[in-house]
């Protein structure tokens, strides 16, 4: 039953870890509203900023990135009912076009934001079902005004909710990127994701472009989500390598069994009636073994995989002490930053690390103990020693 528990643990770590999209961020704080000339009202004039900053870097990324979006988060903020409606506090979304193309959110009822919406900043607003019964007691609120930092938004289309590990807030709205630069709503921080070419170095490339961003903490999602089913990985990997080289013992004492019965039948045979009797028992010890060698190969190869993922982790040579600590402290730098920007999704990936981690280790032990005590209760007496009678205990 414990089994049984920590296996359903690890499908379900499994099952979000590859949910989480394997893309690359880059974390910044975001400009702080700020008026042009003195006297008129703070606004985020400082995202028309970054925004050009990411056009300059669409260029340096591509072939190595795609589908590449900047957005500002602003938790919590103030939603409300305007003319003094009921309100509460929701994670603000500022998006672009682009974003859609990397999160795809479940739409239920009206529309996404329109191209020409995100282009000129209307005020238009995605919320979640459960902001929308929070402020309107129905799942439905298409067409109903909702105001945020001063500014009204129309409401276009209400999104999937389902708060999960790693968000801070209990509801969630969009609005058009742009649409924030005339508000004076406080930004939490930038994010500038990207989806990674296959095979092109995408990472070497977002890194060094992202840094002209602004100071913050970059991302690789695709390294987290290694990094989190690791164990898992370890456990099948090493469990498979033990099943492969049980089925070569296995294949020996065949090839033994075999071995004897061939010399036996060569007491009353001769060896040329005996070619089709040994011809397909070698073919089929022959597969045996290539199939068992080819699982080993196979496992081999799925346990030093990571090691094409996190290269930083492998010194320069392996026997120097010198290189083993340089690597080292080149791994843990920037996990030891004194600020570290944090997005859902990393948090969501530690957290089923950590799942995933606790799951294997009790399915290693609990695996140990069924594998020490089949080999006990299917172990073979010793030659002049006698098997115990039915029914006995086994020692």
């Not at 196979?298 to 010194?315: A, G």
């Given at each position: 039953m414990l089994l049984v528990i920590a296996l359903a643990a690890i499908a379900f770590a499994w099952v979000n870890i590859r949910a989480v999209p394997g893309t690359f961020q880059h974390v910044y704080a975001?400009?702080?509203?700020?008026?042009?000339?003195?006297?008129?009202?703070a606004t985020n004039g400082g995202l028309r900023d970054a925004r050009l900053k990411i056009r300059e870097l669409e260029t340096e990324l591509e072939g190595a990135c795609e589908d590449a979006t900047l957005y500002a988060l602003a938790q919590p903020s103030s939603v409300s009912i305007p003319d003094g409606g009921k309100s509460t506090s929701a994670r603000l979304v500022g998006v672009e076009e682009s974003w859609f193309y990397l999160k795809s959110p479940v739409l239920l009822n009206g529309r996404l934001l329109y191209p020409d919406e995100c282009v000129y900043g209307e005020r238009v607003a995605l919320v979640d079902e459960q902001l929308a019964v929070a402020l309107f007691q129905y799942a439905e609120p298409l067409g109903e005004e909702i105001e945020v930092a001063g500014q009204r938004y129309r409401i276009v289309g209400v999104l999937k909710a389902g708060k999960r590990v790693g968000e801070q807030m209990d509801y969630s709205l969009y609005v058009p990127l742009r649409s924030l630069e005339d508000t004076n709503v406080t930004l939490t921080a930038l994010v500038y994701e990207a989806r990674p070419v296959q095979g092109a170095?995408?990472?070497?490339?977002?890194?060094?472009?992202?840094q002209k961003l602004g100071e913050g903490t970059t991302i690789s999602l695709v390294k987290e989500r290694m990094n989190a089913a690791m164990p898992m990985r370890m456990l099948f990997t090493l469990c498979g390598m033990a099943m492969a080289l049980w089925g070569v013992r296995r294949m020996n004492r065949r090839s033994a069994r075999f071995a004897a019965a061939?010399?036996?039948c060569l007491q009353t045979q001769y060896a040329a009636h005996l070619v089709g009797f040994a011809a397909v028992r070698l073919l089929l010890l022959a597969l045996g073994y290539l199939a068992c060698a080819a699982a080993l190969a196979w496992l081999f190869t799925r346990l030093v995989e990571p090691v094409y993922t996190f290269p930083e982790w492998v010194p320069a040579v392996l026997v120097e002490p010198k290189d083993i600590q340089t690597a080292f402290w080149n791994v843990w730098q920037s996990s030891a930053t004194v600020v570290e920007y944090r997005t859902p999704e990393l948090l969501r990936l530690r957290f089923l690390r950590e799942v995933m981690a606790w799951s294997c280790g009790a399915a290693a032990l609990l695996l140990g103990s069924l594998a020490g005590a089949g080999s006990v209760l299917f172990k073979r007496p010793a030659p002049g020693e006698q098997p115990p009678a039915e029914g006995a205990e086994r020692s």
């Amino acid at each position: 039953m414990l089994l049984v528990i920590a296996l359903a643990a690890i499908a379900f770590a499994w099952v979000n870890i590859r949910a989480v999209p394997g893309t690359f961020q880059h974390v910044y704080a975001a400009p702080q509203p700020a008026a042009e000339a003195e006297g008129e009202k703070a606004t985020n004039g400082g995202l028309r900023d970054a925004r050009l900053k990411i056009r300059e870097l669409e260029t340096e990324l591509e072939g190595a990135c795609e589908d590449a979006t900047l957005y500002a988060l602003a938790q919590p903020s103030s939603v409300s009912i305007p003319d003094g409606g009921k309100s509460t506090s929701a994670r603000l979304v500022g998006v672009e076009e682009s974003w859609f193309y990397l999160k795809s959110p479940v739409l239920l009822n009206g529309r996404l934001l329109y191209p020409d919406e995100c282009v000129y900043g209307e005020r238009v607003a995605l919320v979640d079902e459960q902001l929308a019964v929070a402020l309107f007691q129905y799942a439905e609120p298409l067409g109903e005004e909702i105001e945020v930092a001063g500014q009204r938004y129309r409401i276009v289309g209400v999104l999937k909710a389902g708060k999960r590990v790693g968000e801070q807030m209990d509801y969630s709205l969009y609005v058009p990127l742009r649409s924030l630069e005339d508000t004076n709503v406080t930004l939490t921080a930038l994010v500038y994701e990207a989806r990674p070419v296959q095979g092109a170095g995408g990472w070497s490339a977002f890194q060094t472009a992202s840094q002209k961003l602004g100071e913050g903490t970059t991302i690789s999602l695709v390294k987290e989500r290694m990094n989190a089913a690791m164990p898992m990985r370890m456990l099948f990997t090493l469990c498979g390598m033990a099943m492969a080289l049980w089925g070569v013992r296995r294949m020996n004492r065949r090839s033994a069994r075999f071995a004897a019965a061939y010399h036996d039948c060569l007491q009353t045979q001769y060896a040329a009636h005996l070619v089709g009797f040994a011809a397909v028992r070698l073919l089929l010890l022959a597969l045996g073994y290539l199939a068992c060698a080819a699982a080993l190969a196979w496992l081999f190869t799925r346990l030093v995989e990571p090691v094409y993922t996190f290269p930083e982790w492998v010194p320069a040579v392996l026997v120097e002490p010198k290189d083993i600590q340089t690597a080292f402290w080149n791994v843990w730098q920037s996990s030891a930053t004194v600020v570290e920007y944090r997005t859902p999704e990393l948090l969501r990936l530690r957290f089923l690390r950590e799942v995933m981690a606790w799951s294997c280790g009790a399915a290693a032990l609990l695996l140990g103990s069924l594998a020490g005590a089949g080999s006990v209760l299917f172990k073979r007496p010793a030659p002049g020693e006698q098997p115990p009678a039915e029914g006995a205990e086994r020692s």
